[in-house]
């Protein structure tokens, strides 16, 4: 039977167990959109996951939608993000960074020049970011040109260029949790017409451009792609025709021999199967994918085993449980208590509920 402590290969990547640290926004870049020393303290503690999928990563200046998130855009940021993987890798582990584009989630006070945000759609989502001044709606995006789109894709091949550059083992592309990729793909968010627009072919190019370049670029065997099929986070609908959307995309992309595919099962950070939700079949898509599937949003030690005995899935990751255990691997290894999650201090703030959580005694 498989254990969750076993080793799995993931693509290219060896990997001691199959418990991931889920990618967590914490918004404590410093100057520059940097991480900074406190996060190369915060992943060395958790180097003992299988693999540490870091936090979403804007990939330009215009991906930015929340205060105090990093960024993998600039030389500055390369050489920050370096110490932190330094650090991971000496205390043995494996680290893969989050590349990530908010699209319409965002504020004009966050992105350059006050600019509007940008989407495949110029309606605003009836959802709220973190800002400056606090909580605030979020503006009104611009709908990208058809012709501005390969630059996109060029900015997705070039963060993970940088991520390589900067020690990762490699990158996950980030399309799920409805920003930009997923604005693309939904048809309750995508309403332009044209080669990007429509049909499921149509609404899939963009995510299916970006994952080739992606895979070009650094090795189909050192990239993931996050998909989130069911979530409705930030105000945006399901997709008409979902399981036909997403299969269609699995199977697109399964040809490029990615290292795995991350599926967040239900809603993100709810139910992985909401009363009254439309149902998905998640092993339809592991049908489709030849690599390393990956599921996530919620699951105990014991729930996890279980998705893992009956062949469920071949790892999975842990988000909330690894922000409040440094040392989660032993701790459900030894069935050992797991530390409470303080909910303040999750988003910005010092060390308090980022750094201070305890581990076991040696």
Do not use: C, H, M, W
């Given at each position: 039977m498989t254990s969750l402590f076993d080793p799995v290969q993931m693509g290219d990547i060896s990997l001691a167990n199959r418990i991931v640290m889920a990618p967590l926004t914490r918004s404590r870049a410093i100057e520059g959109l940097k991480p900074g020393p406190m996060t190369v303290e915060y992943y060395r503690q958790r180097a003992s996951a299988g693999l540490i999928i870091a936090e979403a990563t804007q990939i330009s200046p215009m991906a930015q939608g929340y205060i105090g998130t990093p960024g993998i855009h600039s030389e500055e940021q390369v050489a920050a993000w370096r110490e932190v993987t330094n650090a991971v890798h000496a205390a043995g582990g494996k680290i893969v960074l989050q590349l990530w584009h908010v699209g319409r989630i965002s504020h004009s006070s966050l992105l350059p020049d006050g600019a509007a945000p940008v989407s495949s759609t110029n309606r605003a989502a009836n959802a709220k970011t973190f800002t400056a001044d606090g909580y605030s709606d979020v503006s009104t995006p611009r709908a990208l040109r058809d012709d501005e789109l390969p630059g996109l894709v060029e900015d997705y091949r070039k963060a993970a260029r940088n991520a390589i550059d900067a020690g990762f083992d490699g990158v996950e592309v980030h399309a799920a949790n409805t920003y930009l990729l997923?604005?693309?793909?939904?048809?309750?968010?995508?309403?332009r017409s044209g080669p990007y627009g429509g049909s499921i072919q149509n609404r899939a190019r963009l995510l299916i451009e970006v994952m080739q370049a992606v895979a070009k670029e650094v090795g189909g065997g050192r990239t993931g792609i996050r998909l989130s099929p069911m979530t409705t986070f930030n105000?945006?609908?399901?997709?008409?025709q979902p399981q036909a959307l997403y299969n269609y995309v699995v199977e697109q992309i399964a040809p490029l021999g990615l290292a795995y595919l991350h599926v967040v099962e239900g809603?993100?950070?709810?139910?992985?199967?909401?009363?009254?939700a439309v149902t998905f079949d998640y092993a339809a898509l592991r049908s489709r994918f030849p690599g390393t599937f990956l599921v996530n949003n919620g699951f105990t030690g014991a729930e996890a085993q279980s998705v893992l005995s009956d062949k469920l899935a071949d790892a999975v990751a842990f988000g909330r449980l690894f922000i409040a255990n440094p040392d989660l691997v032993r701790r459900l290894r030894e069935s050992k208590p797991l530390n409470p999650l303080r909910e303040e201090g999750m988003y910005g703030g010092g060390a308090e509920?980022?750094?201070?959580y305890p581990a076991l005694p040696a």
């Open positions: 997923e604005q693309f793909l939904r048809d309750s968010v995508n309403d105000d945006t609908k399901l997709d008409s809603e993100t950070g709810g139910a992985r199967q909401p009363a009254g509920g980022y750094i201070d």
